[in-house]
Protein backbone atom coordinates (compact mmCIF):
# COMPACT_ATOMS: atom_id res chain seq x y z
CA UNK A 1 0.00 0.00 0.00
CA UNK A 2 1.56 3.45 -1.58
CA UNK A 3 1.33 6.09 1.62
CA UNK A 4 2.02 9.59 0.86
CA UNK A 5 3.93 11.90 3.24
CA UNK A 6 2.00 13.26 5.61
CA UNK A 7 0.37 9.22 5.83
CA UNK A 8 3.71 7.67 6.78
CA UNK A 9 4.35 10.79 9.43
CA UNK A 10 1.17 9.62 11.21
CA UNK A 11 2.04 5.85 11.03
CA UNK A 12 5.64 6.54 12.58
CA UNK A 13 4.11 8.96 14.79
CA UNK A 14 1.57 6.55 16.01
CA UNK A 15 3.87 3.59 16.31
CA UNK A 16 5.81 6.23 18.83
CA UNK A 17 2.55 7.27 20.51
CA UNK A 18 2.78 10.59 19.86
CA UNK A 19 -0.04 13.36 19.14
CA UNK A 20 0.62 15.96 16.28
CA UNK A 21 1.17 17.89 18.36
CA UNK A 22 3.64 16.72 19.99
CA UNK A 23 5.50 16.77 16.62
CA UNK A 24 4.47 20.48 16.37
CA UNK A 25 6.11 20.79 19.45
CA UNK A 26 9.42 18.79 18.49
CA UNK A 27 9.55 20.56 15.22
CA UNK A 28 9.20 24.15 16.75
CA UNK A 29 5.81 25.04 14.49
CA UNK A 30 2.10 25.56 15.96
CA UNK A 31 -0.53 23.22 16.17
CA UNK A 32 -2.36 25.00 13.57
CA UNK A 33 0.69 25.71 10.89
CA UNK A 34 1.56 22.34 11.62
CA UNK A 35 -1.80 20.78 11.05
CA UNK A 36 -2.14 22.64 7.82
CA UNK A 37 1.16 21.26 6.21
CA UNK A 38 -0.24 17.51 6.85
CA UNK A 39 -3.56 18.23 5.26
CA UNK A 40 -1.52 19.41 2.25
CA UNK A 41 1.30 17.37 2.50
CA UNK A 42 3.38 20.29 1.91
CA UNK A 43 6.71 19.85 3.41
CA UNK A 44 9.84 21.48 2.69
CA UNK A 45 12.89 18.98 2.43
CA UNK A 46 14.35 20.68 5.82
CA UNK A 47 11.12 20.11 7.44
CA UNK A 48 11.05 16.53 7.14
CA UNK A 49 14.53 15.52 7.98
CA UNK A 50 13.30 17.92 11.33
CA UNK A 51 10.18 15.42 12.03
CA UNK A 52 12.26 12.42 11.40
CA UNK A 53 14.51 13.52 13.76
CA UNK A 54 11.60 13.95 16.50
CA UNK A 55 10.15 10.57 15.34
CA UNK A 56 14.14 9.26 16.09
CA UNK A 57 14.27 7.89 12.44
CA UNK A 58 16.60 9.08 9.66
CA UNK A 59 15.24 10.58 6.16
CA UNK A 60 16.02 9.72 3.49
CA UNK A 61 15.52 10.88 -0.16
CA UNK A 62 16.42 9.02 -3.22
CA UNK A 63 16.19 9.84 -7.10
CA UNK A 64 15.94 6.73 -9.01
CA UNK A 65 17.21 7.53 -13.02
CA UNK A 66 14.63 5.17 -15.09
CA UNK A 67 17.06 4.56 -17.91
CA UNK A 68 20.13 3.04 -15.35
CA UNK A 69 18.04 2.14 -11.98
CA UNK A 70 20.75 4.25 -10.55
CA UNK A 71 20.11 5.94 -7.14
CA UNK A 72 21.21 9.44 -6.60
Same mark, same amino acid.
Given at each position: ???? &? ?8 ? +?? %?????? /? !? =????? &? ?8 ? +?? %?????? /? !? =? ?22
Amino acid at each position: MDMN &TAEKIRFLAG +RR %NMTMGD /L !A =EGTNQ &TRQNFSNKMT +RC %NFKESE /L !A =EIAGVLGCELKIVFVDKQTGDEI
